[in-house]
């Protein structure tokens, strides 16, 4: 290990954002450190919830921030590179997702989290399903599917600052790592909302920085396009280089992976039970939506364009550091690049809380020891032991972990997305019906994954979820009904 060659005037302006990012844990440590003494849940509610207080602005920009992970800053940019406008065209369907997010689930799902004292998604499908295996295995599919994705987060942000900085592997994962255990520990949810919010603003300015000084040195837009095109029409066109790959049912479908199926991303749908009022909902609806449309035509405008600015650069993830440190002196470098590394944070740190809720919430305070008074210390530990050994996994990714990887996003949303929407609006729904669609999701996208990757030349997610969502709706409709209970419980709102 060789600490030779650091770029140390690009590491220290992150090294001023990491600093600001452990002012806000600290800052929230406070609110933490009063909510100890509480019973039951009492801690819980502050820890994975905030108490439930967040404004429109920081809502909008803890959920964007929170979905809007590496992939739209490296991978979308570096696919855009490849695939140019029709790449652009094509990321522009997220941009919506957080006003759907927060219109679908919206004041019911909230006033519902309120009513049963839900703190976590499976809060909410406890009191709904009333059955503990259940629970056990939504739990057991959050730990298996968020460690997956957390770790390679982690790696790729590893990457980032090893790449970037020219600091050994080791040295980068520790730096980062630690960083976020640190200020997610010590100041649960308030501090990952505040902190989403801040990097949510440095996301923002620098993604304006780099796309405007990027058209200033290509020329223009006019004369970019001009260029693109005379390198292949096919990267200005919508289909693409490759019609076949970016075909048009496959392009129409790729909005249910990306749009329409995020509400079953349980650290999605918890923002829609932390916001303060119905002006916070309505707040987070709007700047949500114009940040999202910011960031996501930003990044892969610039990825688009990298082509004509870098191009032959040997892989298309290259394209945002590669274009960064061609345009600017190597400290404002240093500080746009925190982008990435932001959008990477926001997302492991949500993901640590709800491993963390599945844990401690839905296994230990719902099924284990119900009547335990105090939950800070065990809350504490469990968070450590989830942090290292996400740590320990980076280090040393085994090979599988990249397979898991790719069905973490996927696995969750076929274990979450109907049982969260069908509980919430349809009063047949029951629990042999959420077990159905369980099943039947996870186990045919798997399938169709391995076997039929396009069906009908759609995206993969998209059969799966028709399949589970006509699982759950026959079993429930064969089975017994939900007890009056339950339903006079979720729908005398």
């Keep these: 290990m060789t600490f030779e060659g650091i770029r140390w005037d690009v590491l220290f302006p992150i090294i001023i954002y990491f600093i600001f990012v452990y002012v806000i844990g600290f800052y929230s440590m406070k609110f933490v450190g009063r909510a100890t003494a509480r019973v039951g849940k009492g801690f819980l509610q502050e820890y994975l919830m905030s108490d439930r207080t967040l404004g429109g602005f920081v809502l909008a920009m803890t959920l964007v921030a929170t979905y809007l992970s590496a992939g739209s800053f490296i991978g979308g940019p570096g696919t855009a590179y490849t695939f140019g406008m029709a790449w652009v065209f094509l990321a522009m369907s997220q941009m919506p997702t957080g006003y759907f997010t ?81 200020y997610t520990i010590i100041g649960g949810f308030r501090a990952v909302a505040y902190s989403d919010a801040l990097q949510g603003i440095v996301m923002t300015v620098g993604v304006f920085a780099v796309i405007i000084a990027a058209i200033i040195a290509g020329g223009g837009i006019p004369n970019i396009i001009q260029e693109m095109r005379a390198m292949d029409p096919g990267l200005i066109s919508p289909t693409g280089p490759d019609p076949e790959f970016t075909s048009i049912a496959w392009v129409t479908s790729f909005w249910i992976l990306v749009g329409f199926s995020i509400v079953g991303l349980p650290q ?116 450590a032991l989830i942090g290292i050994a996400v740590f320990i996994a980076a280090f040393d990714p085994p090979e599988l972990m990249v397979w898991l990887n790719l069905y973490a996003a996927a696995g969750l949303k076929c274990t979450f997305l109907w049982p969260i929407i069908l509980g919430l609006y349809w009063k047949r729904a029951n629990t042999p019906g959420a077990f159905a669609s369980i099943i039947v999701g996870i186990a045919s996208y798997i399938s169709f994954d391995i076997m039929w990757p396009r069906p009908l030349g759609l995206h993969t997610i998209v059969l799966p979820l028709v399949l589970s969502l006509a699982a759950f709706v026959i079993v429930a409709l064969v089975t017994k009904k939900p007890s009056d209970e339950v339903v006079e419980k979720f729908w005398s709102i």
């Excluded at 519902?112 to 629970?135: H, M, Q």
């Design 102 to 182: 927060l219109g679908v689930l919206g004041k019911k799902f909230a006033i519902v989290a309120r009513k049963i004292n839900a703190v976590t998604v499976t809060d909410f499908l406890k009191e709904r399903y009333e059955n503990k295996f259940l629970i056990v295995l939504v739990s057991l599919s959050i730990v298996f599917f968020i460690s997956a994705a957390m770790t390679a987060q982690v790696i790729g942000a590893t990457r980032i600052l090893e790449g970037a900085l020219n600091i050994p592997y080791e040295v980068g994962l520790v730096f980062f790592a630690v960083t976020i255990l640190v």
């Design 268 to 383: 999605v749908a918890t923002r829609a039970m932390s916001y303060r009022d119905s002006k916070s909902l309505k707040l987070g609806i709007i700047y949500g939506t114009v940040v999202a449309m910011i960031l996501l035509l930003g990044m892969h405008l610039l990825g688009a364009f990298g082509v004509v600015l870098v191009p032959g650069i040997e892989s298309g993830d290259l394209v945002v550091p590669k274009v960064t440190t061609m345009l600017f002196p190597n400290w404002v470098a240093g500080l746009i690049l925190a982008g990435p590394l932001a959008a990477i944070m926001s997302s492991v740190d949500s993901q640590l809380l709800i491993g963390l809720g599945a844990i401690v919430n839905d296994v230990y305070l719902n099924i284990i020891n119900p009547k335990a008074k105090r939950t800070s210390t065990i809350t504490f530990i469990f968070a």
